[in-house]
DNA sequence: ATAAGAATTGAACGACCGTTCTAATTCATT
DNA sequence: AATGAATTAGAACGGTCGTTCAATTCTTAT
């Protein structure tokens, strides 16, 4: 029923896992369309086919992106049972799963006048997702005297910041030699929000 | 004593002026040698007259930048006595100083193949500056026995990127709003290097 | 007053950008 | 085999970019 020979399906994969792959190489500007058309081996005019211009196609990768990572969290979140046993799962979730240059990208493309509010919001609403996250577990480590009362604002605003910029390094340094450090950064964090017994 | 004769250098200095604002405020692909000619009040070829291309010209705004920082942060240095102190110093320094757009347009240029190896060297070179100054407050702290013997190599990471994380903020909210993160960053990392008594 | 040279302009260049358009090709249906 | 829609390629457009360069104005020394 209904076979395809050729199914345009396919290309629209191929465009998005190459402009995946560039966009977190390079940003959102130094990205061009016409290095994606190279790099999927589709023409420039065939990647306006698939997707009305350069910034929806962004937007999409961006929402994919971390689609994928928060779903990839859901399903290990449940492998842990304490609020502490989180706040060190999410650590490493963001090490290895973190697309901190397509976040990069975001902030590129936010930050040009020229880009559609539409957009802008999109990508905001997505930056946010990792900070509920880590509001969500800090609030469970309070609720279940884990962790002591305190200013959960704050918490998520210092650990979120804290995670993003370790998150930095992977530019230059291999995942693997940085999970001391995201490790260390847990246990240092944990321990000024630990309920002293 | 070849005293200038007639000085083009109040055309070079709003040009280092004006280019300074705008490189902080979009990065570096962002803005473009037009902008900043029409910003300054000069041609665009009249920048070309004074800085041989816009990769130099910013390579050496943020030495300008970053030398600042740091000759500020010398003067201010001395008035601390402990390293404790220094190390809240630093956090407010950072929070009110350091020029993280910049920062980041470093990182564009630093990532375009295009680019010189020579900028990128010198670039590096300055991103490193602040990663010594740290490491130097906790070496210290630790030889007069504030802090507790430790990894200094990645104490100094820690502290540096989760001010370096905290300094994105400054994107979007207002500098003195975001002191008491700040602050509260520091006391928590102290606490967990401070020596127990 | 004039010549020399520094300072400055503005037009022009080639390259690349995102985007559009047209035409060719391929496929499913008749 | 013919039709028509879906798919793809490729050329072309207008715009902006960084950069160059010849021409011009201004400043100073003679």
Redesign the interface.
Known sequence: MNKRRYNSEKAKRDIIEKATLIFS???Y??ASVQEISKASGYSKGHIYYHFENKEKLFVLLAQNTMQDWYTKWAVKESSYSTATEKLYGIGKHVLYNYQTPLL?GG??LA??PASSLESIKALHDLAVIPMGVYRAILQEGVENGEFEEGNIN?WT??I???????C??T?TQDLHSLE??FI??V???L??IKRRI
Chains 1, 2 share one sequence.
């Open positions: 190489q390079k940003g500007n130094q990069k902030q590129e930050s040009n704050e605003i210092l979120g910041t804290w995670l993003g910029g370790l930095q390094l530019n001391p450090l260390q950064a246990t240092i964090f321990a000024s």
